[in-house]
């Protein structure tokens, strides 16, 4: 099975079959951080994977998650709180024993057709491939993006 993840704060996971069904995607659990910030709930997520992880019925999760890094004119303490995110997934992944590996935004962008599109266009093209994924919504474009990082990692295999 494929989990696949966009890391930040408004992203999500996604679980694909081997035979690239969807099985779930949900938004990123977060919780209160500090101050007005949120922050990953690292608990929620564990016990997300451990669900996941228990109805694979014997099938490698092998984790694909998207691949972050500074971007310019972004502020310190968001870059921070992006990188705490990530970290967070990470360390969940690796106390779980779960493989895992990374997907630059342009590898699974390509694969998707996404290069030079709109950032909401996602939504509609992991509609199209998973038309029962629950992606009315224009926040929904991390659960978009978890879906094509999945079926990204569905086509290399590891």
Avoid at 65 to 80: D, L, T
């Amino acid at each position: 099975m494929r989990l696949g993840i966009d890391p930040g704060i408004g992203g999500a996971l996604a679980l694909l079959s081997r035979d690239y069904d969807l099985l779930a995607v949900i938004d990123m659990p977060v919780m209160a951080g500090t101050g007005k910030r949120q922050q990953v709930n690292a608990a929620e997520l564990s016990k997300i994977i451990d669900s996941w992880q228990r109805e694979s019925e014997g099938d490698q999760l092998i984790a694909f998650i998207e691949q972050v890094s500074a971007r310019p004119g972004q502020g310190v303490s968001s870059m921070f709180s992006f990188g705490d995110s990530f970290g967070t997934v990470r360390g969940v992944l690796a106390a779980k024993g779960i493989p895992l590996l990374l997907v630059t935004p342009q590898q699974w962008k390509k694969r998707a057709g996404l290069i030079g599109a709109e950032k909401d266009k996602a939504r509609t093209v992991a509609q199209q491939m998973f038309p029962s994924a629950d992606l009315a919504r224009k926040k929904d474009v991390g659960r978009a993006d978890a879906l094509l990082i999945a079926r990204y990692g569905s086509k290399n295999d590891v």
